[in-house]
């Protein structure tokens, strides 16, 4: 009886320093003397600070977590492969009235490292972090950069605010028989094109915007990417992918707005973009934008009448 009264006291004994263990493990939390091979959890600190968008966070697969805007949320890393490299994918969506949620944009894919040091997020003592906002998910074109455009010289025009007059008559011509090309293939009226294009750059294939819009159609880098346009200061290329991307939105919209609205619509939507128009559920209320919209239909239906 007496050996079993040893065995059960070693027995309690050996469960106690077990729960001990368990309650003392959370204080190994990327602590300032916690040495990487102590290390067996960590914390990761992810923090939306989008103007718009809701996120959607996937860590090592696990989740996904759903974080609103101004929201921040910490992820528990655990088990012997805390330290090392660890994978992050992050989504972000609109609410829409009409449609429902809609992603914006491409998916965020992030491999970050966990060494078992100690960072200062707006979330406390972590051991990784990362502050989304708007410009993760604006995805930039592969075949250019805009701040080297900028540094070779070319011209940064002021979007919205050209005067509607040529600034190179030698290229009238030729552009104006790119325009007539670009209208037949995407039946698009050639004077609603040039209107655009009088409006966006007037006609300065060299602009390039404070916002990193580039060429005749002030094409962003994200829309030459999506439509394929490699060389935006060649005019052929710009006015091919500025008709384009101008044609995809004339009929975005087609089944949810009447045809009378469809070139509204298409025009707040080129210069403001795709996301404003589902957010507000029709033209956006930025005056710049409504401001764009009347400038280029009153050169349009002018050069209509001539």
């Known amino acids: 009886m007496f050996p079993n ?7 309690y004994t050996l469960c106690v320093v077990f729960v001990l263990f368990l309650l003392l493990l959370p ?23 989008t103007s718009s968008f809701q996120l959607e966070v996937t860590i090592d697969g696990m989740g996904p977590s759903v974080m609103e805007l101004g929201q921040a949320e910490r992820f528990v890393l655990r088990g012997k492969e805390t330290i090392g490299e660890h994978q992050l994918v992050a ?16 998916e965020r894919t992030i491999i970050f490292q966990i060494t078992g040091e100690v960072q200062d997020s ?38 919205g605010h050209f005067p509607a007059k040529y600034q190179d008559n030698l290229n009238k011509d030729h552009i104006h028989c790119l325009i007539r090309r670009a209208s037949k293939k995407y039946e698009i009226p050639a004077a609603l094109l040039i209107a ?14 404070p916002r990193g819009a580039i060429g005749l159609m002030q094409l962003m880098p994200d829309t030459c990417t999506r439509f ?50 589902e957010v507000h559920g029709g033209i956006p209320p930025f005056e710049e934008t409504k401001k764009y919209v009347r400038e280029v239909l009153k050169r349009y239906r002018s050069l209509e009448k001539t």
């Open 5 to 11: 009264l040893l065995l059960l006291r070693l027995i």
């Open 27 to 49: 204080c190994s939390v990327a602590s300032p003397g916690t040495s990487p091979g102590d290390l067996l959890y960590s914390e990761v600190a992810i923090i939306n600070n």
């Open 91 to 106: 989504k972000a969506y609109v609410s829409t009235k009409h449609i429902g949620r809609r992603q914006i944009g491409r």
């Open 122 to 159: 707006p979330e406390g003592k972590v051991g990784w972090y990362k502050v989304f906002t708007e410009k993760d998910f604006l995805p930039q074109s592969p075949y250019f950069s805009t701040a080297g455009y900028r540094q070779s010289g070319c011209k940064v025009s002021n979007k």
């Open 196 to 209: 655009v294009i009088e409006v966006e750059s007037a006609f300065n294939c060299k602009a390039v915007s």
């Open 228 to 277: 394929d346009v490699r060389k935006p200061f060649d005019p052929q290329e710009n006015v091919e992918g500025g008709s384009k991307y101008l044609s995809y939105l004339l009929n975005q919209w087609a089944l949810r707005f009447p045809s009378s609205q469809r070139l509204e619509l298409a025009l707040a939507a080129y210069n403001a973009g795709e996301g404003n128009i």
